[in-house]
């Protein structure tokens, strides 16, 4: 028998300002918890050492989460230099000190401009990345490493923002799969000694900014009312693929899975609405016709 489900059938999206030593799999189910929702999921996580931005995904939206988690992201980060440990930030256990080199600011910008634009990044030990089906963290908390083949990425830009003999703050932003932690000990390398992330914050991830995002402290506060007002619409981070309408008629072929003549300009994926209500996802063919590729059921969504 299939378990019965206690909680609500909520959708939609909420932006949360993670805080300060909890996991992220520890802050979305606090949050699940104020809307007694029955599904929820993250997109892409913050270590207990990381701050900012966590978008949550509720009911409909985890069907999008998945292309949430290949958008750019920013960070602001600061790094101690003259130190290393074995999860690459203040969280681990020390495995080397170095002396740090007297550095200028122009040698400075001269090492971040050398990891500007496309670099491969080998990532670190203490991620959720696999080897032979078991995660590298799980591998490094046993005393083993293994070699990491390096992956391309991108970082967009490097700004300074302040810097001393012993440490650099920086605001990054970069593609999917950079690991800062990565970065950082690299910056820390090339400037002749070693490097370890004492702080990090995300600014951003993909359109959502962290002005926009509430704490858990802030959701708690609110009535009830206000807190499902809080949700952004879970179509919100399809907004970048093109849209077409369907009539009521229209609708209940799609709702069958039945592919619809339609009168379109567009080709490949598009959102389908009908009269402003978000159905799902669908395909315009060469044909002329749409076919339903993901369809959603919002009754309790957020507008």
């Known amino acids: 028998m299939s378990k019965r489900k206690s909680g609500l059938d909520v ?24 809307f007694n929702a ?18 949550l995904c509720f009911g409909e939206a985890t ?26 930030d203040s969280e681990g256990q020390i495995v080397a000190e170095m002396p740090v080199p007297d550095f200028s600011e122009a040698q400075l910008l001269d090492c971040l401009q050398h990891f500007t634009g496309e ?3 080998v990532p670190p030990m203490y991620s959720a990345l696999k080897h032979q089906g078991k995660k590298l963290y799980e591998l490094a908390r ?49 400037l ?7 702080a990090l914050r995300r600014t951003a991830s993909g359109q959502f900014n962290l002005a926009d995002a509430f704490t858990i402290e802030q959701l708690r506060e609110m009535d009830l009312a206000t807190l499902y007002a809080s949700r952004l619409a879970v179509d919100l981070p399809l907004s970048h693929i093109p849209a077409v309408s369907v009539n009521d008629d229209q609708v209940t072929s799609i709702k069958q899975g039945q592919q619809i003549k339609l009168n379109s300009t567009e080709l490949g994926t598009v ?33």
């Open 11 to 34: 959708s939609g999206i909420i932006l949360l300002d993670k805080r300060l030593g909890v996991s992220s799999n520890q802050a979305l189910q606090e949050v699940r918890r104020l």
């Open 38 to 55: 029955n599904k929820a999921g993250h997109t892409g996580s913050l270590d207990p050492l990381a701050t900012g931005l966590l978008p």
């Open 63 to 88: 069907k999008v989460s998945a292309l949430m988690l290949d958008d750019d992201k920013r960070y602001q980060v600061t790094i101690k230099l003259g130190v290393m440990t074995d999860t690459g």
């Open 119 to 121: 670099i491969d990044q």
């Open 142 to 190: 046993e005393g083993k490493t293994v070699d990491r083949p390096a992956r391309r990425i991108t970082i967009y830009a490097i700004e300074l923002l302040a810097f001393d003999s012993q440490q650099i703050s920086l605001d990054v932003r970069c593609s999917k799969g950079t690991y800062i932690r990565s970065l950082a000990e690299d910056i820390g390398h090339y």
């Open 192 to 198: 002749g000694s070693c490097g370890t992330v004492t």
């Open 271 to 303: 959102r389908i609405y009908s009269q402003q209500c978000f159905l799902g996802l669908g395909e315009m063919l060469i044909n002329g016709k749409l076919a339903p590729k993901k369809l959603f059921h919002l009754d309790n969504q957020a507008h």
